[in-house]
């Protein structure tokens, strides 16, 4: 199946973009079942887009019928400057007329990583009956070596076939993390892949190009069945890239 590829001269085009389709998704979600549920990427690149959701698109949303959960986290004290929540906090939430009650981040407080996944796992299956989560929008980045959430290549997290969330250590800092699996990922409705910069495109031209099933890049491995992934990409990242798979951004 050919990927949806969205290229755009930059991330803000890009971002812009992203966000205008993540409110459609998040309306339907709401308008359909009464809420909307979104799993958040970590790291840099999302954060143009929480900026914009926030100070953009805050009055399109039904925001009280939003719930906002983390797809990993990097394990360090709440409000640590490498925090992904305290991230989504300073680019989002802060600006947000959005319920306390409905924002979950991963409690980092427990003294073994594990204790924290295992309490997080609850948080979920408080939110989600039913054999897996099904996030109506999960929202992923991409490492230069094919990771996305905390989901390394080669390391135990990313085989995990029956938990929804676990704790793992990756081969960069900070080490210890807690993520969602692939499996969570494989069940959501809507994934978004937000993906720039020129070092991500060898990696993205392999995760495109590559057999999900054996694919060492674990991007490369989030296809849901039920589901649709959409690339949100900046032209440098798409540099490698057949033009065939691209849907070019107008403007
Ligand atoms: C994290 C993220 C991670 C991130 C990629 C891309 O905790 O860092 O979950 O998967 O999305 O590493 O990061 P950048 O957007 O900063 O390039």
Redesign the pocket.
Known sequence: MTPDVRVFPELDALSHAAAEIFVGEARQAATTSGWCTVAL??????RRLYRFLAFGYADRLPWSAVQLFM????YVPAGDALS?FRMIQDTLVDHLPIPPENVHPVNTSYEDPAAAANAYERVLRESFPGDWPRFDVAF????TDG????LFPGTPAVLEARRWVVATEVPREPRR?VTLTLPVFNHARHVHF?V??PA?AEALRQVLTTDPVSSPYTAARVRPSDGHVTWWVDASAAALLDPSVVRRARG
């Open positions: 990427a970590g790291g840099s690149t999302p797809g990993d986290e990097r992904n992923l980045g991409m490492g990771h996305t959430a905390s993390r937000l720039a910069g991500k």
